[in-house]
């Protein structure tokens, strides 16, 4: 048991991990999975924007380009 709050995200290692109501963390998507069906880069990163279906907050598996210019590192 991790002791996290139900709902929490994090990132461990390239892979995006959401807590149940147990208080441990599970994996929610593997970013590595991600890139290879996708055949682009994926990472795993902190999102927090609007879209027209509202709100989202979380940790997920985003394109490496996208994560680059969150961090100011936009080329």
Wanted: proline share 3%; with cysteine.
């Amino acid at each position: 048991m991790d002791g996290c709050v139900r709902g929490a995200t994090r990132c461990s290692t390239n892979t995006a991990e959401i807590c149940d109501a147990d208080g441990s963390y599970h994996e929610l998507a593997d970013c590595d999975d991600v890139s290879e069906r996708s055949g682009a880069p994926f990472v795993c990163a902190y999102v927090d924007e609007t879209t027209e279906d509202g709100h989202i907050t979380g940790h997920t598996c985003v394109p490496a380009s996208e994560a680059d210019a969150a961090a100011g590192g936009g080329r």
